[in-house]
């Protein structure tokens, strides 16, 4: 058996990895101000945006009428991975979210890897619904104001403009608001949240009013292919209800409201997106809805013969747009945090400022690197490579929890898969079906993009990892100090142990007495 010092075999124990964040006492320097329904709102401000807001249209192209199915299949594969999302946050409530149960579960490598992927997730995805909230901005100043941004300033390189300015003031906004304190981003994410859901049940009231039952033939006019590959793009409007999960340090009881905010995320999200994209086919065809830009906003137009129904439309997009910017942001500065104290990315992602308790130079850095790809990178260059990324992570996931089960039966779960374990292998079977029905180019860009992550894993992140090299991991009230190095490092005992190998009663012992004075502090 591998001892847990080997490259890539270090398993990083959940107690460990709880201990050393705080997640169970008062957080790594975080301040504990998210409730339940901010969780929600949260949740449902990272995922409603620009997949629903423009993406459909891409849907409807490819599977037609049948764009309904899509959102359901799509949804389906969400809803397996929730449950596993679900367990584990309940269980290892920590920001490092499936990075965090990676490392628990199938050692370092697959976690750094995991960390790459989710780079990509979050971070192509900010770019990505920035780039829409450009579209739906201009709508919304060519309807009150008549003047809009010109092409050149309004849109990317292959779309027709030299630089994208809109998505990057977007970018820029989101992390001044991120960098003053996650109280002030949790309201502001909520109440953004509340706005959207208005506008979109607006859009179905208005779409149903004027539902003609002609439009939805042909239904399928690509067949199951088509509904296939609609899938996989409507997959990208579900992209960061897992965000919930790294609000593990600033949730309040987050071993209860976590799961519970994952399942009712996806429940609200799911059920709207199949009623919109059902009113937005039944009110006008599919062939006038593919491929058009701000497509909300044209159907309410054509439907009202007004401009005033899709400027409330275009207002609902921009401010929904701009939450899914803002939350996503918070989940990839909360990743490479994690990432950071690990020893796997560099330190200065781990810093926490004393007076406004949020990691400052982590989400300028984020805000600066992502804004570049937002300014020129045309949207449908990244919608399905960030759906691939997405779809592995969660395959991982799935396989975690089944991993985690057995190696750590006795750990506390306040919620358990359901059909265990074939919720989880479906979840893993469901994630590769999308996979497919992205084509092979999406599928190489995504080979190269790991084979990148391995190399940058071999030179940076196996050398200064923490565990590796035995170096106690940075925690709040010095927690992870008062853990034994020889528990940090290469030893095969209970709270480092070998790949397969469950952590013993030793383990648990020395992190609950780690953990004992920062609570009493606390």
């Known amino acids: 058996m591998p001892r847990s010092g080997a490259s890539g075999l270090r398993i990083k124990s959940p107690d460990l990895l709880i201990a050393e964040s705080g997640a169970d006492l008062h957080g790594h320097g975080l301040r504990r101000s998210m409730g339940l329904f901010q969780l929600v709102c949260f949740g449902v401000g990272a995922v409603v945006g620009t997949g629903i807001f423009v993406g459909l249209s891409d849907t409807v192209a490819q599977a037609g009428p049948a764009v309904v199915v899509s959102f359901v299949l799509a949804a389906i594969t969400c809803v397996f991975t929730a449950f596993s999302f679900a ?36 971070g192509v995805s900010v770019s990505a619904v920035a780039v829409g909230w450009g579209q739906y901005l201009n709508q919304l100043l060519g309807s009150l104001t008549g003047w809009q941004l010109p092409a050149a300033l309004a849109n990317p390189p292959g779309d027709g403009g030299v630089v994208n300015l809109p998505a990057v003031v977007v970018v820029l906004l989101a992390a001044l608001l991120l960098v003053r304190g996650i109280r002030e981003s949790a309201r502001a994410t909520a109440a953004m949240a509340v706005l959207k859901l208005a506008v979109l049940v607006l859009f179905c009231v208005i779409g149903f009013g004027a539902f003609r039952s002609g439009n939805l033939s042909p239904f399928a006019p690509e067949g199951l292919a088509g509904i296939t590959s609609g899938a996989s793009v409507a997959f990208f409007s579900y992209i960061g209800f897992d965000a919930i999960t790294t609000a593990g340090e600033e949730a309040r009881n987050p071993r209860r409201n976590i799961p519970i905010a994952i399942m009712v995320c ?155 374990p074939l919720s989880p292998l479906l979840g893993v079977a469901f994630c590769g079906y999308l996979v497919y029905g992205t084509g092979p180019a999406t599928w190489l860009q995504f080979a190269g993009f790991l084979a990148v992550g391995a190399v940058v894993y071999s030179l940076y992140g196996r050398r200064r990892s923490r565990l590796g090299t035995g170096t106690p991991g940075s925690a709040p009230d010095g927690v992870g100090d008062h853990l034994p190095k020889s528990r940090l490092g290469d030893a095969p005992d209970a ?13 648990t012992s020395a992190v609950t007495t780690a953990a004992a004075p920062a609570a009493r502090e606390g």
């Open 266 to 420: 996806i429940g609200v999200v799911t059920v709207l997106y199949c009623l919109v994209a059902l009113a937005a086919i039944g009110a006008l065809s599919s062939g006038q809805v593919a491929g058009r830009p701000a497509a909300l906003s044209l159907i309410v137009d054509r439907v009202t013969h007004s401009g005033l129904g899709g400027s409330v439309i275009a207002f609902g997009a921009v401010v929904a747009i701009a939450s899914v910017v803002l939350a996503v942001m918070y989940g990839q500065t909360r990743i490479l945090m994690s990432m950071a104290r690990d020893g796997l990315v560099p330190r200065v992602f781990a810093r926490v400022s004393p007076r406004t308790a949020t990691p400052v130079a982590n989400t300028w850095i984020v805000a600066g690197v992502f804004a570049v790809p937002a300014a020129v990178v045309p949207l449908d260059m990244v919608m399905n490579l960030s759906s691939v990324g997405t779809l592995a992570v969660m395959a991982v996931v799935n396989i975690s929890v089944l991993v985690l089960r057995r190696t750590r039966p006795d750990l506390q779960r306040r919620f358990r898969v359901p059909l265990f």
């Open 495 to 507: 709270t480092c142990a070998p790949s397969g190998q469950p952590a013993g009663a030793t383990g």
């Open 87 to 122: 367990e584990l946050g309940g269980a290892i409530p920590v920001s490092g979210s499936s990075y965090s149960y990676a490392y628990a579960t199938l050692g370092e490598r697959t976690a750094f890897l995991v960390g790459w992927c989710l780079l990509l997730e979050y």
